[in-house]
């Protein structure tokens, strides 16, 4: 074990205050707060950090307009640390700082980080299922929640201008493991310390509504259960926080390929940020899968898009354990490319 999962993300902004209300809102606990610069964190440890975006501590902008500019991931000892360093320091210039920290420039612009975490034990407390004839909570009523508390980060998502060469080099350099394939679309990874689904989606920049190369697109946190994650979409809806920017497949809905499931809201500090609710959880007896994109997109929705409905739907998923679903993917590949991919609208994207 090394990688426990995401230590810190720093949203360059440039509207700190504005930034900071949108994550007392969504449930984050303020840590600080001045003029330039506030920290917010949930019940494992993980922090927000927002910044004003000129601030010189910052990395280099890699994308227009607000976002995420740096991800530290957390790493449980300092031994693993330096192994992990070593590994990316024999072709990528590397800074430390006095805590050891260390820190370099992904291949696809990804402003990263390493730092030795002591990650904290979260509590969850989901109430039992009831179904017919199969009675989880008896004599017991639910518990009434008032407001959603996320308590972990589980995921990022960046677009990557080479989906399949990002996700490569979080494995030969970090020691990420293969979770699933949406071909054509992307590569969810998790890191080796962690059980959630994915700690990490690359998404093609290739796609009709992807900007033209690296760019933010949104940050997952979990919740205890769906009764959490819609007490925060009210909440969020309430104080006037839209998800306009995927309206075509917005509202509570679940993913087939991680079994989550999730609510987007449009983020002022780039991107969106997502609800997110009973995925699936793996170790290294997962068999990877390559899904049809269309396959791979909704298990329900509120709202389905257009391009997910219909008699066409291919049911087609492989186990893709040796990853050679990734070879007509890759950058300069001569293989055929899929020619539905190109229908795939800025509407579609939180389908997938």
């Not at 009764?227 to 917005?250: C, F, H, V, Y």
């Not at 709202?303 to 186990?319: L, S, V």
Request: charged share 25%; aromatic share 12%.
């Amino acid at each position: 074990m090394a990688i426990l999962g995401i230590e810190s993300v720093t949203f360059g902004v440039s509207d700190v205050a504005l930034c900071s209300r949108f994550w007392s809102d969504f449930g984050l606990q303020p840590v600080s707060a001045t003029a330039e610069r506030a920290t917010f964190e949930v019940a494992s440890g993980s922090r927000v950090i927002v910044m004003n975006a000129d601030d010189p501590q910052l990395p280099p902008r890699r994308f227009e307009g607000n976002g995420v500019r740096l991800t530290v991931w957390g790493v449980d000892t300092l031994a693993n640390l330096e192994a992990l360093v070593a590994k990316i320091a024999v072709d990528t210039q590397v800074e430390r700082d006095a805590d050891g920290s260390a820190f370099f420039e992904a291949p696809d612009g990804q402003h990263l980080g390493l730092r030795v975490w002591n990650k904290r034990t979260v509590i969850s407390c989901p109430d039992p299922v009831n179904a017919p004839d199969n009675i989880k909570r008896m004599n017991q009523h639910r518990q009434w929640r008032h407001r959603a508390i996320p308590k972990t980060i589980n995921h990022v998502v960046y677009f990557s201008p080479d989906y399949v060469a990002s996700y490569e080099w979080y494995r030969d350099r970090l020691g990420f493991r293969y979770s699933d394939h949406n071909k054509g679309v992307g590569i969810f990874a998790r890191a080796d310390g962690t059980f959630e689904h994915h700690s990490i989606f690359w998404v093609n920049s290739d796609l009709p509504f992807a900007p033209d190369g690296y760019g933010f697109m949104h940050i997952a946190f979990g919740v205890d259960d769906v009764d959490e994650l819609m007490l925060g979409a009210n909440i969020m809806e309430k104080r006037g926080w839209k998800n306009e920017s995927m309206n075509a497949s917005g509202g509570l809905s679940r993913h087939r390929i991680s079994s989550a499931l999730y609510y987007y809201v449009d983020n002022p500090n780039g991107g969106e940020a997502e609800y997110h609710a009973d995925t699936d959880y793996l170790d290294d007896n997962w068999v990877p899968r390559a899904w049809d994109f269309k396959f791979g997109s909704l298990l329900w929705s509120s709202n389905t898009p257009p391009i997910f409905r219909g008699d066409d739907i291919p049911w087609d998923m492989t186990f893709d354990p040796d990853e050679r679903s990734f070879e007509p993917y890759r950058k300069g590949s001569s293989a055929p490319r899929d020619p539905r991919l190109d229908t795939i609208t800025e509407k579609d994207e939180h389908a997938i």
